[in-house]
């Protein structure tokens, strides 16, 4: 698979084509980036938004599987392996990509996930919600998160999701938008950014 490296300026003109009806109405708008690499990206999108007429919200949510916060990685081990990552020709690393890629969407999915909120949100509040990560893979944390939201809200609250890419064309989940598929990306947060 195609391996591309995350691009601003282009991520800057999916966001601006995508959510232009997004910036001229006056709706209260949720930004909701799911942590770790969502982050990122919902702060791009929240800097868009923010500068039309709407209320626009930023904030984050973590999905995760219940080991995970037990096998996080040093700081030690995740600098070790940048390092090693930096004098490794690109060819090398998008071998390993695509190896680690293929692994990860042989295995039968695991759905189990358990939601983390820094804060309590008042989901019923907004009028639209948008979902930022950054790529979807099994898609199982976009439908958790989507789900979780979804449960919450009374009212009629539009939720939409929004991605850098979708590797995998048999996704349990799509986000709405979107703006590559079939394709792994290098983000600058990767090990290997």
């Not at 995350?6 to 003109?13: G, K, Y």
């Amino acid at each position: 698979m195609k391996v591309v490296n995350f691009e601003q300026d282009v991520f800057n003109h999916f966001l601006e084509k995508t959510l232009k009806n997004w910036k001229s109405d006056s709706s209260k708008i949720l930004i909701l980036g799911i942590k770790e690499g969502g982050l990122p990206l919902a702060e791009n999108v929240f800097q868009l938004l923010n500068k039309s007429g709407n209320k626009v919200d930023l904030k984050f949510i973590k999905c995760q599987r219940p080991s995970t916060s037990l096998k996080k990685k040093s700081d030690f081990r995740k600098s070790l392996i940048r390092s090693i990552f930096k004098i490794t020709p690109f060819f090398v690393l998008d071998y390993l990509r695509n190896v680690e890629h293929d692994q990860l969407t042989k295995k039968a999915i695991d759905y189990d996930r358990e939601i983390i909120l820094d804060e309590t949100i008042d989901f019923n509040s907004y009028d639209k919600i948008l979902i930022v990560d950054d790529a979807v893979d099994s898609g199982v944390t976009l439908k958790k998160v989507t789900e979780y939201v979804q449960d919450l809200i009374e009212n009629k609250s539009a939720v939409k999701s929004l991605a850098v890419v979708v590797t995998n064309e048999k996704s349990v989940l799509k986000p709405d938008f979107f703006l590559y598929e079939n394709v792994l990306i290098r983000f600058p947060w990767s090990l290997d950014g």
